[in-house]
T-cell receptor, first 113, second 114 residues
């Protein structure tokens, strides 16, 4: 069964550094998402992306965050200048058509020191 | 933002049915109820969804009350691998868009014991 894959599984970075989290959504899916989960807390929506543009973003998704689908297969989340509070699991998800279930990857654990 | 209410924890004996309740009393007519689960910090895994009819798939059954204000997820023969946090989610449309974000609450921690 096709799945969403995320790399790396664990990323450690220093405060102030830029990080790029990578996702390969399921082929032929059209809608893409990033969510995050701080340790012990809820899964939180960050951003949705469709037709090469952001459809919706949450209050968390400020100017430090950006998303891109550079080559038709990868979907990336960039954090420009990481902060300690950005430490979390970041989950990518994709969806074939609207109102269908989201398929999540197994996440990237980001640790900012 | 909470649109659903679930008990924080439940347990179930292996091989027995697990019935996980969810209240969504403010649900609108066009909002679907989705169930996901999360096993030990892995990515959320889709289980089932429905609008107003009961649904069944290879993983579970979903029973939605006639007034749509509550639902129950049924795992007919729970196994140890079903131990997870189960989330009941009402999909909220965004400005008429059908994309809509998923609001994950705290969910129900289901523990299946041998």
């Amino acid at each position: 069964e096709p799945e969403v894959t995320q790399t790396p599984s664990h990323q450690v970075t220093q405060m102030g550094q830029e990080v790029i989290l990578r996702c390969v959504p399921i082929s032929n899916h059209l809608y893409f998402y990033w969510y995050r989960q701080i340790l012990g807390q809820k899964v939180e929506f960050l951003v949705s992306f469709y037709n090469n543009e952001i459809s919706e973003k949450s209050e968390i998704f400020d100017d430090q965050f950006s998303v891109e689908r550079p080559d038709g297969s990868n979907f990336t989340l960039k954090i420009r200048s990481t902060k300690l509070e950005d430490s979390a699991m970041y989950f990518c998800a994709s969806q074939p058509i609207h109102n269908s279930p989201l398929h999540f990857g197994n996440g990237t654990r980001l640790t900012v020191t | 933002d909470a649109k659903t209410t679930q008990p924080p924890s439940m347990d179930c004996a292996e091989g027995r049915a697990a019935n996980l309740p969810c209240n969504h009393s403010t649900i609108s007519g066009n909002e679907y109820v989705y169930w996901y689960r999360q096993i030990h910090s892995q990515g959320p895994q889709y289980i089932i969804h429905g609008l107003k009819n009961n649904e069944t798939n290879e993983m579970a059954s979903l029973i939605i009350t006639e007034d749509r204000k509550s639902s129950t997820l049924i795992l007919p023969h729970a196994t140890l691998r079903d131990t997870a946090v189960y989330y009941c989610i009402v999909r909220v449309p965004h400005r008429g868009s059908t994309l809509g974000r998923l609001y994950f609450g705290r969910g129900t921690q289901l523990t299946v014991w041998p």
